[in-house]
Protein backbone atom coordinates (compact mmCIF):
# COMPACT_ATOMS: atom_id res chain seq x y z
CA UNK A 1 0.00 0.00 0.00
CA UNK A 2 1.23 3.30 -0.74
CA UNK A 3 0.30 6.95 -0.04
CA UNK A 4 0.77 9.97 -2.32
CA UNK A 5 0.44 13.80 -3.13
CA UNK A 6 -0.22 14.30 -6.86
CA UNK A 7 -0.25 17.91 -7.97
CA UNK A 8 -3.68 16.55 -9.94
CA UNK A 9 -5.18 13.34 -10.33
CA UNK A 10 -6.67 13.50 -13.68
CA UNK A 11 -2.80 13.35 -15.55
CA UNK A 12 -1.65 10.96 -13.18
CA UNK A 13 -4.57 8.55 -13.36
CA UNK A 14 -4.11 8.44 -17.72
CA UNK A 15 -0.14 8.36 -17.41
CA UNK A 16 -0.41 5.24 -15.08
CA UNK A 17 -3.27 3.69 -17.24
CA UNK A 18 -1.71 3.80 -20.25
CA UNK A 19 2.14 3.79 -18.98
CA UNK A 20 2.55 1.70 -15.95
CA UNK A 21 0.06 -0.67 -15.54
CA UNK A 22 0.97 -2.60 -18.81
CA UNK A 23 3.93 -3.06 -16.98
CA UNK A 24 2.78 -4.67 -14.15
CA UNK A 25 0.76 -6.85 -15.79
CA UNK A 26 3.64 -8.75 -17.46
CA UNK A 27 5.72 -8.86 -14.33
CA UNK A 28 5.67 -12.42 -12.37
CA UNK A 29 3.45 -12.98 -9.70
CA UNK A 30 1.33 -9.85 -10.45
CA UNK A 31 -1.98 -10.36 -9.03
CA UNK A 32 -4.05 -6.83 -8.66
CA UNK A 33 -3.66 -3.00 -8.75
CA UNK A 34 -5.49 -0.60 -7.36
CA UNK A 35 -4.87 3.06 -7.30
CA UNK A 36 -7.79 5.33 -5.48
CA UNK A 37 -8.45 9.24 -5.50
CA UNK A 38 -9.43 9.61 -1.43
CA UNK A 39 -8.65 13.51 -1.46
CA UNK A 40 -7.82 16.17 -3.99
CA UNK A 41 -3.98 15.81 -3.24
CA UNK A 42 -4.04 12.61 -1.98
CA UNK A 43 -3.57 9.19 -4.01
CA UNK A 44 -3.77 5.23 -2.30
CA UNK A 45 -2.45 1.93 -4.04
CA UNK A 46 -2.66 -1.44 -3.66
CA UNK A 47 -0.04 -3.94 -4.97
CA UNK A 48 -0.50 -7.33 -4.10
CA UNK A 49 1.68 -10.18 -5.72
CA UNK A 50 2.14 -14.21 -4.93
CA UNK A 51 5.30 -13.50 -3.11
CA UNK A 52 7.34 -10.82 -1.02
CA UNK A 53 10.00 -11.19 -3.49
CA UNK A 54 7.90 -10.45 -6.60
CA UNK A 55 6.31 -7.36 -4.61
CA UNK A 56 9.66 -5.85 -3.68
CA UNK A 57 10.52 -5.91 -7.46
CA UNK A 58 7.18 -3.79 -8.41
CA UNK A 59 8.38 -1.26 -5.78
CA UNK A 60 11.84 -0.85 -8.04
CA UNK A 61 9.84 -0.83 -11.10
CA UNK A 62 7.31 1.87 -9.40
CA UNK A 63 10.11 4.05 -8.25
CA UNK A 64 12.20 4.13 -11.12
CA UNK A 65 8.39 5.00 -13.55
CA UNK A 66 7.98 8.01 -10.97
CA UNK A 67 11.29 9.17 -11.39
CA UNK A 68 11.20 9.05 -15.17
CA UNK A 69 7.45 9.72 -15.86
CA UNK A 70 5.70 11.22 -12.62
CA UNK A 71 7.80 13.50 -10.61
CA UNK A 72 5.95 16.55 -11.70
CA UNK A 73 2.88 14.68 -10.73
CA UNK A 74 3.96 13.74 -7.37
CA UNK A 75 6.55 16.05 -5.82
CA UNK A 76 6.90 14.32 -2.22
CA UNK A 77 7.76 10.65 -1.50
CA UNK A 78 5.10 7.77 -0.90
CA UNK A 79 4.55 6.07 1.93
CA UNK A 80 5.13 2.49 1.45
CA UNK A 81 3.78 0.18 3.84
CA UNK A 82 4.43 -3.89 3.19
CA UNK A 83 1.83 -6.17 4.63
CA UNK A 84 0.24 -9.55 4.23
CA UNK A 85 -2.61 -10.85 2.60
CA UNK A 86 -4.43 -12.47 5.18
CA UNK A 87 -8.31 -13.03 3.11
CA UNK A 88 -9.05 -12.11 -0.26
CA UNK A 89 -12.43 -12.75 -1.45
CA UNK A 90 -13.96 -11.86 -5.20
CA UNK A 91 -17.62 -12.01 -6.47
CA UNK A 92 -19.17 -15.17 -7.13
CA UNK A 93 -19.12 -16.58 -10.54
CA UNK A 94 -22.88 -15.32 -11.17
CA UNK A 95 -21.63 -11.68 -10.91
CA UNK A 96 -22.44 -10.60 -13.85
CA UNK A 97 -19.58 -8.45 -13.17
CA UNK A 98 -16.81 -8.16 -15.45
CA UNK A 99 -13.33 -8.78 -14.77
CA UNK A 100 -11.35 -5.19 -15.69
CA UNK A 101 -14.20 -3.76 -16.97
CA UNK A 102 -12.76 0.05 -17.33
CA UNK A 103 -15.98 1.59 -18.11
CA UNK A 104 -17.58 0.65 -14.50
CA UNK A 105 -16.87 3.13 -11.87
CA UNK A 106 -15.49 1.71 -8.87
CA UNK A 107 -15.52 2.47 -4.90
CA UNK A 108 -13.49 1.87 -2.09
CA UNK A 109 -13.43 1.78 1.48
CA UNK A 110 -9.97 1.24 3.34
CA UNK A 111 -10.76 0.89 7.20
CA UNK A 112 -7.43 0.93 9.17
CA UNK A 113 -6.84 -0.24 12.40
CA UNK A 114 -4.06 -0.22 15.14
CA UNK A 115 -3.99 -0.86 18.89
CA UNK A 116 -4.55 -4.62 18.99
CA UNK A 117 -2.50 -7.46 19.75
CA UNK A 118 -1.07 -9.22 17.07
CA UNK A 119 -2.30 -13.07 18.70
CA UNK A 120 -5.51 -12.14 17.80
CA UNK A 121 -4.91 -11.81 14.20
CA UNK A 122 -5.80 -15.62 13.14
CA UNK A 123 -8.52 -14.78 15.47
CA UNK A 124 -9.80 -11.82 13.96
CA UNK A 125 -9.23 -12.66 10.62
CA UNK A 126 -11.01 -16.43 11.01
CA UNK A 127 -13.93 -14.38 12.53
CA UNK A 128 -14.15 -12.19 9.35
CA UNK A 129 -13.42 -15.04 6.69
CA UNK A 130 -16.77 -16.77 8.41
CA UNK A 131 -18.94 -14.13 9.08
CA UNK A 132 -18.37 -10.98 7.42
CA UNK A 133 -17.02 -11.70 4.22
CA UNK A 134 -19.87 -13.63 2.95
CA UNK A 135 -22.01 -10.59 3.30
CA UNK A 136 -19.59 -8.42 1.57
CA UNK A 137 -19.92 -11.43 -1.60
CA UNK A 138 -23.26 -11.49 -1.37
CA UNK A 139 -23.85 -7.71 -1.70
CA UNK A 140 -25.00 -6.06 -4.98
CA UNK A 141 -22.13 -4.68 -6.88
CA UNK A 142 -19.41 -6.53 -4.78
CA UNK A 143 -16.09 -6.34 -6.39
CA UNK A 144 -13.23 -7.04 -3.74
CA UNK A 145 -12.19 -7.54 -0.47
CA UNK A 146 -9.12 -8.18 1.05
CA UNK A 147 -7.21 -7.91 4.38
CA UNK A 148 -3.69 -6.75 5.37
CA UNK A 149 -1.59 -7.12 8.02
CA UNK A 150 1.60 -4.73 8.07
CA UNK A 151 4.18 -5.99 10.69
CA UNK A 152 1.48 -7.01 13.01
CA UNK A 153 1.18 -3.39 13.99
CA UNK A 154 -1.78 -2.47 11.59
CA UNK A 155 -4.79 -4.50 10.28
CA UNK A 156 -6.12 -3.20 7.16
CA UNK A 157 -9.04 -3.67 4.83
CA UNK A 158 -10.49 -2.95 1.58
CA UNK A 159 -13.35 -3.14 -0.10
CA UNK A 160 -14.57 -2.31 -3.49
CA UNK A 161 -18.06 -1.60 -5.08
CA UNK A 162 -19.62 -0.39 -8.08
CA UNK A 163 -21.61 2.16 -6.37
CA UNK A 164 -20.78 5.08 -3.70
CA UNK A 165 -23.86 3.73 -1.98
CA UNK A 166 -22.64 -0.33 -1.48
CA UNK A 167 -19.08 1.78 -0.61
CA UNK A 168 -20.84 2.88 2.12
CA UNK A 169 -23.20 0.47 3.17
CA UNK A 170 -20.02 -2.04 3.19
CA UNK A 171 -18.41 0.05 5.80
CA UNK A 172 -21.18 0.72 8.09
CA UNK A 173 -21.99 -3.43 7.89
CA UNK A 174 -18.12 -3.64 9.04
CA UNK A 175 -18.46 -1.42 11.85
CA UNK A 176 -21.35 -3.03 13.46
CA UNK A 177 -19.87 -6.40 12.68
CA UNK A 178 -16.64 -5.04 14.59
CA UNK A 179 -18.58 -3.48 17.29
CA UNK A 180 -20.98 -6.83 18.18
CA UNK A 181 -18.10 -9.53 17.06
CA UNK A 182 -14.72 -7.95 17.15
CA UNK A 183 -14.77 -5.25 20.11
CA UNK A 184 -12.43 -6.96 22.27
CA UNK A 185 -9.66 -7.85 19.78
CA UNK A 186 -10.04 -4.41 18.41
CA UNK A 187 -10.72 -1.77 20.93
CA UNK A 188 -9.56 1.07 19.09
CA UNK A 189 -11.95 3.06 16.03
CA UNK A 190 -10.31 2.65 12.67
CA UNK A 191 -9.18 5.31 10.39
CA UNK A 192 -11.77 5.12 7.79
CA UNK A 193 -10.56 5.98 3.84
CA UNK A 194 -12.80 6.42 1.10
CA UNK A 195 -12.84 7.05 -2.73
CA UNK A 196 -13.13 6.46 -6.19
CA UNK A 197 -10.87 3.86 -8.31
CA UNK A 198 -9.14 5.99 -11.15
CA UNK A 199 -6.85 2.60 -11.84
CA UNK A 200 -8.37 -1.28 -11.16
CA UNK A 201 -6.67 -3.93 -12.69
CA UNK A 202 -7.35 -7.71 -11.46
CA UNK A 203 -5.15 -11.13 -13.25
CA UNK A 204 -7.64 -13.25 -14.52
CA UNK A 205 -5.89 -16.37 -13.37
CA UNK A 206 -7.50 -15.18 -9.68
CA UNK A 207 -11.31 -14.02 -10.72
CA UNK A 208 -12.80 -16.80 -10.16
CA UNK A 209 -10.75 -17.87 -6.87
CA UNK A 210 -12.77 -16.25 -3.92
CA UNK A 211 -11.73 -17.46 -0.01
Known sequence: MK???PRTSAPL????HDGFLPVLRESPGFLLYAL???EPDVVLVLNVFHSEAEMLTSNEQAAHFVGESLAQFLPNPPQITASTAYALALPRQDSGLEVNDEAQPLFFSFRRYTGFDALDTP???RLVVEDLIPVFVESPGFRL???LNAMDRVLGSLTIFTSCEAM?????????FVAAELAPLLPQ?????EGRLGVFWQAPRISQ???
Open 3 to 5: AST
Open 13 to 16: TAII
Open 36 to 38: GNC
Open 123 to 125: MIT
Open 145 to 147: YVT
Open 168 to 176: HASSESAAQ
Open 189 to 193: APVVT
Open 209 to 211: DPV
